[in-house]
């Protein structure tokens, strides 16, 4: 049994809205290629928004406002304009270290190769606000340490870094990141999901509060939104995505 055949919304429209949540306030958000479910969120925060955010979907024709790529973007985020972007990662760690590289086996020679980290760690160090997003919630993306460091974590060594990791969002639940004590901390658990199922399939350690919240679900008229303009914007740039998620063609 699926969560759309116990409750009202999928398990994407949950990740979207609560992206979304999490994206309140900022003025200029960009999302990267291949990212259906930030660019909907993306998306779905501006309409919420009200126009007073900015959306750059990468790969839109009518939501891509950067007139030379990642140059451009790149440009932005050292000037501190750009206030969310997302990574993720073949490998994350407890340190918030994300593995974009491969896995298995002494750099150069891993045992499986991924597409590379780009522009990865320097977004990282700029970006106030880093959503680290995995749908994959399991001990082969969650590890203890990661295999190749793509993109650092944060570090209490003294580096100037005005950006950084705010948590993680997975299939499974939310993790807020602890700047201070560099860890993550479980703040919520999907709904049909359980705190000893997080523990079972995250490799490292997080801390955990004695309860710990359901994370909030979308209301109605966040669906509708969700499911009607969203859904028509989104599927300029994510077509099957949209038809498989909201069913549109």
Known sequence: ???????????????????????E??????????SPI????????????NGALRVNV??????????????????????????????????????????????????PQTDVRWPGSFGSGYLYYLVPRVILFREEHTRRVMVPKVDFISAAGPRNDGTYRPGGPIGLLTNLCWFSWQKEKRRF?????????????????????????ARVPQTAVPDETTLQLLRSRIAEEVAETYPRFAERVFRRR
């Open 1 to 23: 049994m699926t969560m759309s055949d116990t409750l009202a919304f999928s398990r994407e429209e949950l990740l979207i809205c609560t992206i979304a949540r999490l994206l």
């Open 25 to 34: 306030g900022c003025r200029i958000v960009a999302t990267g290629a291949s």
């Open 38 to 49: 930030p660019g909907s969120a993306a998306l779905l925060a501006r309409a919420q928004s």
């Open 58 to 107: 990468l790969g839109s024709v009518r939501n891509d406002f950067l007139c030379d790529g990642g140059v451009e973007l790149f440009d932005l985020a050292a000037q501190g304009r750009l206030d969310a972007f997302f990574l993720g990662g073949g490998q994350i760690d407890g340190e918030a270290n994300i593995n974009l590289v491969g896995a298995g086996g002494a750099y």
């Open 185 to 209: 901390r479980l703040e919520s658990v999907h709904p049909g999901h359980t705190v000893e199922e997080v523990r079972d399939n995250t490799g490292f350690d997080f801390d955990c509060p």
